[in-house]
């Protein structure tokens, strides 16, 4: 069982920047696909990016394309979501995903952290 935690949430006005962590509790993930996901109130779940196990692939959502980068350090366990140039449409409860295959599909992932919110003001 793979726990993750995410952090790095938070309120930022339109156009600015925040870095999200996301990180496994009690093990590590290195061998692992990693996305990260958003849903907003009233929304269903959305894949935003993706990262392979060794970093070597990375996918993105058209919507993100451009403004976001998916990152990973195995070496300290941790991916990372650098959220550039940010939208008040990008506000949204932010999850990571592990899973043994690199995908777009939530489905596809087997273990989920708790999410963190990120707001952006307009």
């Known amino acids: 069982q793979v726990q993750l935690v995410e952090s790095g949430g938070g309120l930022v006005q339109n156009g600015g920047s925040l870095r999200l962590s996301c990180a496994p509790s009690g093990r590590t993930f290195s061998s692992y696909a990693v996305a990260w996901f958003r849903q907003a109130p009233g929304k269903e779940r959305d894949f935003v990016a993706a990262?392979?196990?060794?970093?070597?692939?990375?996918n993105y959502a058209t919507s993100v394309k451009g403004r976001f980068t998916i990152s990973r350090d195995n070496a300290k366990n941790t991916v990372y979501l650098q959220m550039n140039v940010l939208k008040p449409e990008d506000t949204a409860v932010y999850y990571c995903?592990?899973?043994?295959?690199?995908?777009?599909?939530?489905?596809?992932?087997?273990?989920w952290g708790q999410g963190t919110q990120v707001t952006v003001s307009s």
């Open positions: 995903a592990a899973g043994y295959y690199y995908d777009t599909q939530a489905k596809r992932y087997n273990y």
């Open positions: 990262i392979n196990w060794n970093g070597g692939y990375t």
